[in-house]
């Protein structure tokens, strides 16, 4: 059995002096999205202090999916080795309607990429292996710190805090709220959440076992180990499953958590002869909202602070980290000058745009698995059975649609395409990863990319790459992509050519990156006026 770290509480020195601590950030909440927010921020060098009002890491696995898009965030945050190591890789999931496999999906059927589709790790190992992290940076959180008050002003916020040893104040230019669902912080402020809550119940169970299942995705509609809903089994590190189990409203909840009941609905689900111990039991529900705004003058919400979905796609955890890339480099920006204070304003604009695309996927998953009509139920049954022979049918069912990244349509700072391309890499959409070469090493392009703009040149043999690196000197970093076997201080050998491919780039191509990883702007031959031009609206300063 996992047993929790238990951090330890040192009194903050302004206790000892005049009660204030100043900075450039706060953030409450230290799970796995104030974490990437603090280890952003440090890697920016960025002066900030993160508080918690528990001193250890979250209890039970709760997220655990973690996709591609977020793993490749955690690589640029110094995390996604330890997490890809300690926990369990997978891209195939199974749909099952009763005792029938209705089909099967490969999420990431295409080769050569760095990172899997998906890997399940439990929130709390997460946790740890950021805190880590954090540490290694020189930071640390400021354990049961506890936000009780918030006032703002015109040029910040004051955070008052409550520790075991009397209050202080911390004085930011700005607050970075990732506290959670029951957010202090959003109630502090007297936020309300626009959405929906769903009229269902659901049991999780954290289930020690050593399972011959394959480590797949499986997902029952009316499965016959349990009558009227359906069921959900992952594996994940250290022999740990996780079993879902659809209840219905009208369930106990503190009946249905006492040991011998979920006991006998694993065994009903497992086998008799199926040994195993329970680690973690909770009953929930969800809901499907979100705060009209993300951004309320110096304060920020991200992740569940700002919105909520239902667990079915794996959209809460890895949007939340998701929202903390989107933020991060732009507060960066802002408090050194570098950009005005509008450009929160397209933090705002963009992950509410992502939230709504979550809440909407997530909602149709919710319908489609806990059907709340007769006809409803019979016409998703039909589809169910007509799965299992007909392929049409499979884009019909709606198991989780699960987690993507967001190809934001808010064009604040991107430039629109003149050029055709083939590829779906526009202005907003995540960059793609590739093979290449450095120096004889093999490694992913986007290692290469992040954290600050970048300028991706593919080779054109008239010097175009250092052409543009003398000409923006510091304010982008230039890659130039060149077929395998041309070799060159700085330069990446495309040596499977998927880079030349996934960007449907031909010699002369230029890709603008945003610190993100999003494509900011792309062309096919761009002038240096339009780089420049680019490049401003990227960092929001036209």
């Known amino acids: 059995m996992h047993v929790p770290p238990v951090y330890p509480y040192v009194p903050p020195r302004e206790l000892r002096s005049n009660g204030i601590a100043r900075t450039q950030v706060a953030i409450v909440g230290a799970g796995p999205v104030g974490l990437a927010c603090a280890i952003d921020l440090a890697q920016h060098g960025i002066d900030f202090i993160i508080i918690d009002d528990n001193n250890t ?49 490969d999420l990431l059927p295409e080769p050569s990429h760095k990172r899997p589709a998906f890997v399940n790790l439990q929130q709390y190992l997460l946790e740890e292996i950021m805190v880590e992290r954090l540490r290694e940076l020189d930071h640390i959180v400021r354990w049961k710190n506890k936000a009780i008050g918030l006032q703002q002003r015109g040029d910040g916020a004051r955070l008052e805090v409550e520790t075991p040893d ?43 076992m050593q399972g011959d299942f394959p480590t797949e995705r499986w ?59 329970l680690e973690w039991v909770s009953v929930y529900t969800f809901q499907c909202a979100r705060l009209e705004r993300f951004v309320h003058g110096r304060v920020i919400f991200v992740g569940d602070a700002a919105h909520q979905v239902s667990p079915f796609g794996a959209r809460g955890g890895n949007s939340g980290i998701q929202d903390a890339d989107n933020l991060c480099w732009k507060l960066a920006r802002i408090v050194r000058d570098e950009s005005p204070a509008s450009l929160v304003q397209t ?107 970048d300028l991706v040149v593919f080779d054109t043999n008239d010097g175009k790459a250092g052409a543009l690196q003398s000409e923006f000197g510091s304010d ?26 996934r960007y449907d780039a031909d010699a002369g191509a230029v890709y603008l990156l945003r610190p993100d990883h999003h494509v900011a702007a792309r062309w096919r031959a761009p002038s240096v006026a339009d780089v420049r031009s680019a490049l401003k609206c990227a960092q929001g300063m036209q």
Not at 239 to 249: A, E, F, P, S
């Open 476 to 501: 982008l970093r230039v890659a130039c992509i060149a077929p395998a076997g041309k070799q060159g201080k700085d330069v990446l050998e495309d040596i499977e050519g998927l880079a030349r491919h």
């Open 57 to 105: 890491v979250s209890a039970g696995s709760r997220a655990i999916c973690w996709a591609k898009r977020t793993l490749e965030i955690l690589d640029r945050l110094g995390c996604g080795d330890a997490v890809c190591a300690r926990g369990v890789s997978w891209k195939v999931g199974k749909v099952f309607f009763r005792d029938k496999l209705a089909y099967q999906f």
């Open 347 to 453: 933090y705002d604009d963009e992950r509410v745009e992502a939230a709504d695309e979550n809440i909407l996927n997530s909602s149709r998953s919710t319908d489609f698995i806990t059907p709340k009509s007769g006809a409803s139920r019979m016409m998703r049954d039909a589809v169910l059975a007509l799965s299992q022979q007909h392929p049409f049918a499979r884009l019909l069912v709606n198991s989780g649609r699960l987690s993507t990244p967001t190809a934001h349509c808010a064009k604040a700072l991107s430039t629109r395409d003149r050029d055709s391309f083939e590829c779906a890499l526009g202005p907003g959409a995540p960059a793609a990863d590739a093979p290449v070469r450095v120096a004889g090493r093999t490694m992913s392009l986007l290692d290469r990319l992040g954290g600050r703009f």
């Open 219 to 277: 997902f029952w509609f009316d499965p016959p180990f349990h009558s009227g809903g359906s069921a959900l089994l992952h594996k994940q590190a250290d022999d740990i499953w996780r079993i879902d189990l659809q209840l219905g409203w009208e369930c106990d909840p503190d009946e249905e958590k006492k040991p011998e009941h979920v006991i006998d609905r694993i065994r009903a689900m497992l086998g008799p002869d199926r040994a195993f111990e």
């Open 166 to 208: 009397g209050r202080y104040a911390i004085e930011a230019e700005y607050v970075i709220a990732a506290d959670g669902a029951r957010s202090a912080v959003r109630d502090i402020l007297g936020l309300a959440w626009k959405g929906q809550v769903f009229r269902d119940r659901f049991l999780i169970a954290d289930v020690s």
